[in-house]
């Protein structure tokens, strides 16, 4: 019987069941026989002569990936990345010059109603997703960055930091506020499937417009 791998699987995850693999060996745990038969060594081998045989790491992920269909362990690793690319996050700009590429899921998303994202994007308000810095790549393009104007007293909220737009077209693309440079939001709008990624809080609520509502949750 072999196991398929989990929709969108974790290279982390995977490294982290082939060692799972290699304690339950080394503390004799015989259900780990089944997956060790897969070496071609131990194929004809008993519980007893498995679990007294020697075992590295590498002849565990080995095991792991015959269990999981794979050829070896390179090409699971393969297998990995190529689904984990299929469901990347990507988005791109009105005229489509900006395109960009996000490599880890995001860590928050919202809607915010504060005055610098409204002007920013001449909307009403605007659905962000939030990631660490280093987790956006702009693949095609040029991002124009731009620092707001000096915020007036009582509409101080979303000036302090620097916004990206597309260079050519001006989309609202990403900001990357003061007190927190070690993450990026990007304007939920700009993704190929903003759908993916429904927004759960409301930002500056108290700063919405009389006639916007905000999330009905
Ligand atoms: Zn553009
Ligand atoms: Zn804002």
New binding site residues.
């Given amino acids: 019987m072999s196991s398929t791998l989990p929709l969108q699987p974790s290279l982390d995850h995977l490294k982290k069941q082939a060692k799972d693999l290699l304690k339950a060996h080394q503390l004799g745990d015989a259900a780990v026989c089944s997956t060790l038969r897969r070496l071609r060594h131990l194929a004809q081998a008993s519980d007893a002569e498995i679990l007294s045989a020697p075992l590295t790491l590498r002849q565990a992920q080995h095991a792991l990936a015959k269990e999981y269909g794979f050829t070896n362990w390179a090409d699971l690793k393969a297998a990995v990345g190529t689904v984990n690319a299929v469901t990347a996050i990507t988005g791109s700009c009105f005229c489509g010059s900006v395109r960009y590429q996000i490599e880890d899921p995001p860590t928050n998303v919202t809607v915010?109603h504060?005055t610098?994202?409204r002007r920013a994007s001449a909307a009403p308000a605007?659905a962000w997703i939030t990631m660490k810095a280093e987790s956006f790549r702009l693949v095609q393009g040029e991002l124009r960055m731009v620092r707001g104007r000096e915020a007036e007293p009582g509409t101080c909220?979303?000036f302090g930091g620097i916004r990206g737009f597309c260079a050519q077209c001006g989309t609202h693309i990403t900001f990357v506020g003061d007190a927190r440079t070690h993450e990026v939001d990007v304007t939920t709008g700009s993704l190929e499937d903003p759908d993916r990624f429904p927004p759960i809080e409301d930002?500056?609520a108290e700063k919405k417009l009389t006639w916007m509502n905000t999330l009905a949750r």
């Fill in positions: 915010c504060c610098g994202c605007v909220d979303g930002c500056f």
